[in-house]
């Protein structure tokens, strides 16, 4: 590596007062900050003016360190890392010297133990951070005879959807609430292929399926009316409306699960009980 | 009786003492620290651009601290619901949480809020960038074979707290689009067999969505995080100071030298002055370019979402893994294995222990436990430049996956189709780069061996 | 003995400052800027699909305009009969209109999504191929065929209720077409077009016809009063120039990724590169 080459004098004094420029623009896009902020502010300019204050500082610390200082090329030895041989034998004799007891295993090991005691103790408060997951993991807020409202808690009439029609609905007391998000789809009932099981789910081509993912939670909110399918947007999981919910693409291991419901004489729908499987994602003791 | 001051201006052959000689004698009587300091000052390090990369990444973590303590002024990690009734006209009347409110006013209401807010994000999306570019410098010049295996190590852990901070950041204002990716990352967690909505419950506080949420992260995201970011980034330093930093091959450079420049005045005006530039295009950013606009995704509603649903660059590798993942969920003596566990949880975690142990893995399998402070060029080591480059393709494959519908529509075909090709790139990409990473490296090596 | 073309003493002050770039570096950064610059013009600019314009914007159009011009029939048997049947009774290479209304025909209309050039082509939107006039006979024609929805009356002025716009269109529309409007693929090799460019009529129409694989939004689900607060959000949206600068696409963190990457490689890595040939250019002998 060469040596740094010393500038001429009239190009370092030439450079000298690109710096001083460089550091004068500094110095007034700071007061036209100022300025800006007093007038009431604008996000666009503020950003430039910000940018050019430290840009100009920036490149006139560069200029002054590389062409104005004088910073020759030094050669410094290593050495190691380790310390001198020695020195670690008088660290362990230090740690060791002045122990002064016979039972040093048993001590030690008490000590151990103590301290695992001690780590159980603290993670008492720890564990107050959040509830034992329970049954609500396999319930949502379905009950028999709970009646089908939008979000603004009004009941959802069959004439209200029309024929692909989506509406998203909730039990009667609950809505808007995340665990019993459910999406009503109208179809025409000759195209439905239920399971004969559950047929009896969707009168006259109105099924309702939980809106939460089976894959990672996420409202499965995008459907292809004209195709039926319903799509999570997050992973892109798509499911078959009118085969039940079956995911016929992405990474989803199992069908929506599908509320019973029935239409009452006054055009409203009411559900027949909670959802038979547990919604969103699976998870580890879901068949128990 | 003359000062300390004086008499060294003596000494020195100046008229009187200056003002530097004062401090510099009134430190020294209460510290002692004038010899410390001159050999800190005096320490040379060596100059190449690439080892400027590191400290690229480290101006942006104080640009991030400083516009960070800005906001936490005006952030209130509060998830009560409120009624917005600012300036923005489409969200007026709306019912949101506190934080949402706060971010709105940030944005709206605070003179150089919204600056603040977006230099803060970019600088996040750039920091991590800065720490893959730097981390991948260190990996294919060899420069963290003994005895900089600590560093490494404390260096993938800086990278992973800054994944952690950036996830709990952007979903602090919960938005919409920030707690679809809590929800996933919630079920993610869920997906553990046997620990893992016990686990979930536990970060999260109960059943998604709690109240307790934003709140929680907050504390992660201000407190928890920085504490260890900053020690980790200190020792990281402390560690690089004591072993001195390690050079390329070439002119004088040996094993036991170090051939550069004094530490003052050169190195520390070069990186003032790379750090100022650092913020400058920061800050140009974070005026020009608009990035998380709240507001046009509405506060979180757990019952409706948005498209596209990406969560921020650096974590579009877990959204590929996840795009991308089989949808296999089988029972196995009454254990459901959830579908997101392999992709989500087993993957990324073979990758990131095998990411994280590897200075000793690559000792093991090469033999080589000497010390090493001269850095290899990339060829020089042809295996692990194969393996290095297969990761990052693989890394790039999954992040672009990622945006796959953003990428489909780009590009006019089928997610479904371009999600089927980029499953088989996953796999085919890295074993072909890597392959010819190889090839290449072995070339070049035999044609610098004819030469010498 | 200087080897430059101009002694050392005389070189110009930008030569020292700027530093020539060695060739690679600047071979790179313009590679970048290729790239990129086809992205946007792919994406957001003049060659992007669906860029063009979807005809005259309607403000507020009643059903039953004035028809000038030649009859609605004579355009529809010589451009749609085809198609779509002489009497709207549909063919194997069209749907039939009997239920279409002058909703339907109307939007496919004005957003050039029809004619199509030939049976079994992509139905994209495009540049309207009739006049106004023209359309406004064929949506008459067509509407008398059948039944079906009217053309919705949507008004967008000072008055419109922009936060109900909002909130229903997060709820009704966010998850196919974005939060900002700005489209999605929703799979199938189906797209949901951005919106922000659509005019208010077409976007009230789309509401309730349910166009391609949309959904149908009665009445009683969307009212016509929330229509035209969707549409009014739209349309601020649209209007509203964001206040953080660019907006990059509208499709967030995945546009945002992209930039935060192309300006690494290139502002930061030449920030970085610049530095160290500062320092070798200073370093040259003399």
Known sequence: MSEQRVRQPSTRSRMELVVAALFGITALCGVGLLVVYILGGQTQVEGILLAIALGSLGIGVVIWAQDLMITPVVVEERGSPASAPDAAEELEATIEEEEGFTRRRLLVGMLLAAFAGLAAALAVPALSLGPAPGRELFTTGWRSGKRLVDASGTPIRAADIAVDGIVTVFPDGDAGSADSQTLLIRVPPELLKLDPSRAAWAPEGYVAYSKICTHAGCPVGLYRAAERMLICPCHQSTFDVLTGAKPVFGPAGRPLPQLPIHLDPDGTFVADGDFPEPVGPSFWNMTS | MKSPSEVAADRQGRAGATELDRLVAWLDERTGMAGVARHALRKVFPDHWSFLLGEVALFCYVVLVATGVFLTFFFAADTRPVTYDGPYAPMRGAQVSAAFDSVMRLSFEVRAGLLMRQIHHWAALVFVAAIVVHVSRIFFTGAFRRPREINWLIGVGILLLALVAGLTGYSLPDDLLSGTGLRITYSAAFAIPFLGPWLAYLIFGGEFPTAELIGRFYVFHIMLIPALMIGGITVHLLILWIQKHTQFPGGRAAETNVVGRHFWPGQVFRSTGLFFLTAAILALLGGLVQVNPVWVYGPFIPYAVSSPAQPDWYLGWLEGLLRLGPNWEPTILGVTIPSPFLPAIIVPGIIFTGFALWPFIEARLSGDHSEHHILQWPWQAPARLAIGSAALTLFVVLTIAGGNDVLAVFLHVGVEELTGVLRILAFVAPIVVGLTAYRLAVERRRQDEGEG | ?286
């Open chain 3, 1 to 286: 003995m200087a080897n430059s073309s101009n002694a050392v003493g005389q070189e110009p002050i930008w030569s020292n400052v700027l530093v020539v770039f060695d060739r690679r570096a600047v071979g790179g950064i313009a590679a970048l800027v290729v790239i990129a610059a086809i992205g946007w013009l792919v994406t957001s600019g003049p060659l992007a699909a669906g860029a063009l314009p979807t005809g005259p914007s309607v403000a507020a159009v009643g059903p039953g305009g004035q028809v000038s011009g030649p009859p609605g029939k004579v355009i529809y048997d010589s451009s749609c009969a085809a198609c779509h049947g002489m009497q709207g009774e549909g063919t194997s290479n069209g749907p039939a209109l009997t239920d279409s209304g002058a909703a339907s025909a109307d939007f496919m209309l004005r957003t050039g999504r029809m004619p199509l050039s030939a049976p079994g082509q992509p139905v994209t939107r495009g540049r309207p191929a009739f006049s106004d006039a023209d359309i406004q006979a064929l949506v008459a024609y067509v509407a008398s065929l059948g039944t079906g929805p009217p053309i919705p009356g949507v008004q967008v002025n000072d008055t419109s209720d922009l936060a109900a716009g909002r909130a229903a269109y997060i709820a009704n529309c966010a998850a196919c077409h974005g939060a900002g409007g700005s489209g999605d693929a929703v799979g199938g090799g189906f797209v949901a077009p951005p919106l922000l460019d659509t005019a208010p009529t077409q976007v009230g129409e789309a509401i309730r016809i349910g166009p391609g694989v949309m959904p149908v939004f009665d009445p009683r689900q969307i009212s016509d009063k929330d229509l035209s607060s969707i549409a009014a959000y739209l349309a601020s949206l649209r209007e509203r120039s964001s206040p953080g600068g660019i907006s990059v696409g509208g499709v967030g963190p995945v546009a945002e990724g992209y930039i935060a990457w192309l300006l690494y490689l290139t502002a930061f890595l030449l920030v970085v590169r610049w530095i160290e040939r500062r320092r070798q250019r200073s370093d040259r002998p003399g």
